[in-house]
């Protein structure tokens, strides 16, 4: 006889057939027929799913000392959520990340996989919830509406913790081409126009900069993750949560992660306020917008090779088309420009559901997370693939960036203190009106000799503030 492939579980709308080898129940299966929506997935997040795991163990362990959970239903629960975050039972997570319900799905996905696994271990059979059951066990002094945040909150600091040392890498391989490229001078340019001249290295010393400026943004939006509103359950006044269970839950939550996990100080205010959410999602925009300028810029300084600035050479990584032999292009810069757009987008969604909060709670908080945690894996994924197959193999043309240092009519600007305004300006106007570079011009005028000239324009000289003993001859 052939075994039954399915077990029959039932909520308040009836029966439903859920699939005898999955973890997950009833609820979850409502929560798969109802939001098919994106092909976002919650076991596509397992840092998020590891969160769901902690703040459960966390309320575990406060049930458990308060009595309302006996040891070996404490036990099992407690075995089950471990494995979860040793990234175990991963697959028995499908649900859509975008849902109805300001996350009641997930965090029932969550119940369910955990009470199941831990009949699992005591003996039971899955679906026997007598013995342990999502709701009255595993959801025991909790609501959707502050184990989902929390978990949240959880997923998304340790998403943070990687998203850093990922960002951090990609700073110091700019860093690295900033040494590098130390000695190469090169002209600057504002708003596409000849300026003054600078190094090659002080271009990638500033990309690095402005990302560690917001790197500081990014970890300071960070911090309000930590502070979690367990205990709140539906709107906030903790009804049928267990007094102490807000600070023992927070307690062992901290315990369980050893960062400084703490609980808010007003509830109510907290259970609808999702603006952490905003503040990290803006400081990812912020870096998506740099990001954005230094890859616009890396096109710029490497367009040509013939009949472009051709400053620097990009690592060739495919043919650029399917019609004009040799041609290769930019691709790198261009992906990570598009991961920009995205986070930039997300970052919109996250704002404009912020704003749709209504009484006690935000029920948009689903595609915020969810916009949250796309955007940091976007962000992890373009900044190895720019560091690893763009940045830490261009080279640069060093020669292109002399003649360009000597034809320009911007070097003009650093040599008026030496040679005085006058010759700048008689300089400047034979170069624009022939054609011909300034440098040539000051040593055909006898302004200056030649190793005069040339100590001028040494790389220290032309881009800081510096004296120089040298007179103009005429």
């Keep these: 006889m052939q075994k039954n492939l399915t077990r029959t579980e ?3 709308l ?9 973890l997950y129940g009833v609820q979850t299966m409502r929560g798969l027929e109802n939001f098919p929506i994106s092909n976002f997935r919650l076991s596509d997040y397992p840092r998020f799913i590891k969160g769901l795991a902690i703040v459960k163990l966390g309320a575990a362990e406060a049930n458990h000392q308060l009595g309302l959970l006996t040891d070996e239903v404490y036990e099992a ?10 990234g175990e039972h991963h697959e028995h997570f499908p649900v859509d990340m975008i849902q109805g319900g300001a996350g009641t799905t997930t965090n029932m996905n969550a119940n369910e996989v955990i009470a199941n696994r831990a009949l699992e271990l005591m003996g039971h059979q899955r679906g026997e919830y007598q013995f342990c059951s999502p709701n009255d066990d595993v959801n025991r002094s909790q609501s959707t509406n502050d184990a989902y945040p929390a978990a949240i909150h959880m997923g998304l600091y340790a998403t943070h913790l ?3 040392e990922h960002l951090l890498q990609l700073i110091g391989a700019l860093r690295k081409k900033g040494e590098e490229f130390a000695q190469i001078l090169k002209m600057g340019r504002t708003q596409l126009e000849d300026a003054v001249p600078m190094t090659l290295g002080q271009t990638f010393n500033g990309f690095a900069s402005v990302l560690e400026d917001a790197l500081a943004h990014l970890d300071y939006a960070s911090q309000e993750f930590l502070t979690v509103n367990m205990g709140a359950t539906a709107i906030g006044t903790g009804i049928c949560a267990e007094p102490g269970y807000a600070e023992l839950s927070t307690a062992a939550i901290a315990d369980l992660t050893g960062w400084d996990v703490v609980l808010a ?4 205010g907290a259970t609808s306020d999702t603006s952490c959410m905003v503040a990290y999602s803006s400081a990812m925009k912020r870096i998506a917008l740099k990001m954005n300028k230094i890859c616009n810029d890396l096109r710029l300084l490497a367009s040509g090779p013939r009949c472009g600035l051709g400053e620097i050479n990009l690592p060739a990584r495919q043919p650029g088309s399917s019609i004009m032999p040799g041609k290769v292009n930019p691709v790198i810069p261009e992906v990570m420009n598009q991961v920009s757009y995205k986070v930039i987008g997300n970052d919109l969604t ?16 689903p595609v915020m997370a969810q916009c949250c945690f796309e955007s940091a894996d976007l962000l992890m994924n373009g900044f190895d693939t720019l560091r690893i197959r763009c940045i830490e193999g261009i080279t640069a043309n060093e020669e292109r960036c002399r003649d360009y240092i000597r034809g320009s009519i911007g070097i003009v600007t650093a040599l008026n203190p030496i040679i005085g305004y006058k010759n700048s300006t008689k300089i400047a106007k034979e170069a624009m009106e022939t054609g011909r570079g300034v ?3 000051v040593l055909e005028h006898g302004i200056l000799s030649r190793e005069e000239l040339d100590e001028v324009m040494k790389p220290e000289n032309m881009i800081r503030p510096v004296k120089l003993n040298i007179k103009p001859r005429k």
Excluded: F, H, W
Excluded at 77 to 86: G, S
Excluded at 265 to 268: A, G, I, Q, S
Excluded at 350 to 365: C, F, H, I, R, W
């Design 265 to 268: 100080k007003d509830l109510v």
């Design 14 to 22: 009836g029966a439903v057939e859920v699939p005898e080898n999955v």
């Design 162 to 164: 990687e998203l850093r």
């Design 10 to 12: 039932s909520d308040l």
């Design 350 to 365: 996250v704002s404009m559901s912020d704003e749709a909060a209504q009484m006690e709670l935000n029920a948009m908080e």
């Design 77 to 86: 629960i407690a075995t089950a959520c471990r494995e979860i975050m040793a």
């Design 439 to 441: 440098y040539e011009l």
